[in-house]
């Protein structure tokens, strides 16, 4: 589970989508750099495509290397569990499953999420932002528990109106704090701030603006299913004078249905309205979803996932599709009491 906060020569707006001011209507002017330039921008664009890949063989190794550990001992001569001992991994393997599905869990994940949007602009450019997602929870007591959710984007923007050229490098990072009760429950709750600290290495990558806002999260985790959304609002207190003014909000839905050796399927799409963006262009509806399978690379638990969407309502110059592929380390043992 996964959350985020989320420009030419002559002079001519572009729309940035995802990255940037989100749909923020802003002017970028560009020098010609000549061969060198471009050079560089197509060795940057091969490297994403190329960690693209490598994440993607990497996940298919892992979930052929989990299927390839079962056991080929004839069952007639396969020792006998401990008393008790495949209940107790049954029941740590579905605990671990309930888990990964839940926001505020006692669980610590390290999440890499790749996002890829298409037919970005005129030139149908592709855009890519790689969030690095540490969550950290931390038990304040018996009875309550703080989660710390940070992502920081590693983005590759396109220049909108050019067939080549774009920017690399850091987007700003988004901090999410999360109280909630400990232990089990039928309705699951957090609430705690949001966050945006610019951190951007060029004005294309992040919006300029320190921006705050509350957040908060309900979810519920019947048998196979778990069902929930967290909404969030960030609005400008701080930053460049000489940047628009942010008012963002986030809603993401969440269901998944949990299935045998792992597997899930799962839809998780982030709305998004740009509350200051021009009629037409504040809302961002994404519709789709994907698969993904929890399972071990080695001693390890992993998560992986994959989904589509497509955007049903998008500012106008934006992305009509994206792709999201997410690796994620897991430690079940979570804080200690």
Partial sequence: MTLRFWPPACGSPILLDKVGYDSELVTYFADDQGAESVSFTLLLRITLRGMTLAVTI???LSLYAQDSQQPTTPKA?????APGGEDAAAAAEAKLEKDVQNPVSELITLPLQNNTSFEYGPYDRTQNVLDIQPVIPINLNEHWMLKSRTILPVSWQPYADQNSGGEFGLGDTTQTFFLAPRGDRKLIWGIGPAIVIPTATSTLLGQG???VGPSVLALS???HWTIGALVNNVWSVAGSGSRPPVNLMQLQAFVTYQMKKGWYVATSPIIEANWRALSGN???VPVG??????TKMGSQPINVTAQ???NAAHPAGSSPWSMRLQFDLLFPEGPKK
């Fill in 77 to 81: 001569t396969a020792a006998q569990p």
């Fill in 58 to 60: 990497l996940l298919s």
């Fill in 282 to 284: 504040v809302w961002l």
């Fill in 289 to 294: 979803g994907g698969v993904g399978r929890i």
């Fill in 209 to 211: 603006k320190f921006s």
């Fill in 308 to 310: 589509i969407y497509g």
């Fill in 221 to 223: 985790q019947p048998g």
